[in-house]
Structure formats: structure tokens, C-alpha cells
């Protein structure tokens, strides 16, 4: 089965929902990749942000509609439609930024799921949160925490935004990353998972090494790629 099709019926088996992808290193590629797996089965999506996203016009979501403002609010969704919407970014033509709030709950009565990119990690595969992140809108059903292979070796300060450590990211170091309140698995909600990308660059002994690491409850972790589509090891 791809991934696409495992998260989606890990978390939102009844093909409704609201979906909060974190973490770092392919949150943007899995927010068009879920998108496009639930497209094909005739189910509305609004594809957004709750912090910044890339610009519509600099990433292919493979949308059928793109909104800046609120006029979405106008718009009718048809089974199978992609919707993007994202505010512009007054300085920054590369970022498109957050809708307010209340117009997002608005849409999620009108769309069968909404997947938000709920964080930002400057293009790095781990992020260490702050108090400030990620942006968890409060009617997200299911959180999907993403994290690059490649920087499984690397020092922790030039592989992790946040971190400043200098320490290889090696088994202890994801151990504390998955423990660490301020870690991948932060914002968690009652269903998750947890996307290790990059797995048709690793080799089998990585795949068992990340099956000896404990994981929070109620999550499903797949190592996978996202390139691919594809799963490589069902972790747990």
C-alpha cells in the first residue's frame, strides 16, 4: 500500500477530518501527496496553513482552485476538488501565510478534510518547537509529525532548527527527540503518526534501529518515501 493511502486510513478512515502535518523535512511534499490520494477517491480537500507555506505559484499542490482572501468563502467545493487557500505575504513573495482562525473553521464544514501545515522548520528534516509551535487549529483530528532520514549521523545544531548541541543525531538523541516535550512528537493528538522520510536512501539496519526507539501511543510510524510514495518499514 503507498503512504498516502496508509495515513489516510490510519487517521481519517472516514474520509473526514482535520489533518495537522509538523515536523520538518516534507511537510509540504505530504500535504500534496495526501491530498492527491484522497482526490482520486472523490473526496473534498482544503489544502492550507496555520504558520507559512510556500507560495502557490513556487510549489505544485496540484490544486484545482487557488484562493488568497476570503473569497473562498464563496466557493462551492465539489467532490474531488483541491482547494489551496493562504493569505499572501505582504513581504515575503515566497511564504503565503495563515487564514484567520474562524474562517478556517468556517471551511471545515464544508470540505471533507483540511490538511494544515501547521509548522516551519527552514527546510531542515528535525525541528525543536518553542511555546510559540506549531499552530494547532483546535478542531484538528489527527496530527502527522515529519521528519528527514538524512539527518540521522549529522551534527544536531546543522541538521535541527532549534538546537545549538553539538552532539551526532544518532539513537539517543531520537529517543530524547521523541520524548522531549519540545520534540517530534509535540501538539500530539488522540490518532497520529509519524513520517520518517527519506527511506529510499537508508539502508535496513536504520530501519531496525528506529524499531528499538519507544513511541507515543496511538501513533502510527512509517519509514517511507515520500518521493515515492511508498512505505519501506512499518515501524509500529
Same mark, same amino acid.
Given at each position: 500500500?503507498?503512504?498516502?493511502e496508509?495515513?489516510?486510513?490510519?487517521?481519517?478512515?472516514e474520509?473526514?477530518?482535520?489533518?495537522s502535518?509538523?515536523?520538518?523535512?516534507?511537510?509540504?511534499t505530504?500535504?500534496?501527496?495526501?491530498?492527491a490520494?484522497?482526490?482520486?477517491?472523490?473526496?473534498?480537500? /482544503?489544502? %492550507?496553513?496555520?504558520?507559512k =507555506?510556500?507560495?502557490?505559484y513556487?510549489?505544485?499542490? #496540484? $490544486?484545482?482552485?487557488?484562493?488568497?482572501?476570503e473569497?473562498?468563502?464563496?466557493?462551492v467545493?465539489?467532490?474531488?476538488?483541491?482547494?489551496?487557500?493562504?493569505?499572501?505575504?505582504?513581504?515575503?513573495m515566497?511564504?503565503?501565510?495563515?487564514?484567520?482562525?474562524?474562517?478556517?473553521?468556517?471551511?471545515?464544514?464544508?470540505?471533507?478534510?483540511?490538511?494544515?501545515?501547521?509548522?516551519?522548520?527552514?527546510?531542515?528534516?528535525l525541528?525543536?518547537?518553542?511555546?510559540r509551535?506549531?499552530?494547532?487549529?483546535? /478542531?484538528? %483530528?489527527?496530527?502527522?509529525? =515529519?521528519?528527514g532520514?538524512?539527518?540521522?549521523?549529522? #551534527? $544536531?545544531?546543522?541538521?535541527?532548527?532549534?538546537?545549538e548541541?553539538?552532539?551526532?543525531?544518532?539513537?539517543?538523541?531520537?529517543?530524547?527527540?521523541?520524548?522531549?516535550?519540545?520534540?517530534?512528537?509535540?501538539?500530539?493528538?488522540t490518532?497520529?503518526?509519524?513520517?520518517?522520510?527519506?527511506?529510499?536512501?537508508?539502508?535496513?539496519?536504520?530501519?531496525?534501529?528506529?524499531k528499538?526507539?519507544?513511541?507515543?501511543a496511538?501513533?502510527a510510524?512509517?519509514?517511507?518515501?515520500?518521493?515515492?510514495?511508498?512505505?519501506?518499514?512499518?515501524i509500529?
Amino acid at each position: 500500500m503507498r503512504l498516502s493511502e496508509s495515513l489516510i486510513d490510519a487517521l481519517i478512515p472516514e474520509r473526514k477530518g482535520f489533518i495537522s502535518i509538523t515536523g520538518g523535512g516534507g511537510k509540504t511534499t505530504l500535504l500534496s501527496l495526501v491530498a492527491a490520494a484522497l482526490k482520486e477517491e472523490g473526496v473534498s480537500v /482544503l489544502l %492550507t496553513t496555520t504558520t507559512k =507555506v510556500a507560495s502557490p505559484y513556487l510549489h505544485d499542490y #496540484k $490544486a484545482d482552485r487557488i484562493f488568497s482572501d476570503e473569497t473562498v468563502l464563496v466557493h462551492v467545493p465539489q467532490k474531488g476538488e483541491v482547494v489551496f487557500y493562504a493569505e499572501r505575504h505582504t513581504l515575503d513573495m515566497k511564504k503565503w501565510i495563515a487564514p484567520r482562525s474562524e474562517v478556517l473553521s468556517a471551511l471545515a464544514e464544508r470540505y471533507d478534510v483540511i490538511i494544515s501545515e501547521a509548522d516551519g522548520s527552514r527546510g531542515l528534516p528535525l525541528k525543536i518547537h518553542t511555546e510559540r509551535d506549531p499552530v494547532i487549529h483546535p /478542531l484538528t %483530528t489527527a496530527v502527522i509529525a =515529519v521528519m528527514g532520514l538524512w539527518g540521522i549521523g549529522e #551534527k $544536531a545544531y546543522s541538521v535541527t532548527f532549534g538546537e545549538e548541541r553539538d552532539m551526532v543525531v544518532d539513537s539517543d538523541y531520537l529517543q530524547w527527540y521523541l520524548d522531549d516535550p519540545e520534540g517530534l512528537a509535540k501538539a500530539f493528538c488522540t490518532d497520529n503518526a509519524i513520517v520518517f522520510n527519506g527511506a529510499e536512501n537508508a539502508d535496513a539496519s536504520l530501519f531496525e534501529m528506529l524499531k528499538t526507539l519507544k513511541y507515543p501511543a496511538h501513533t502510527a510510524v512509517f519509514a517511507a518515501s515520500e518521493l515515492e510514495d511508498k512505505i519501506y518499514g512499518i515501524i509500529c
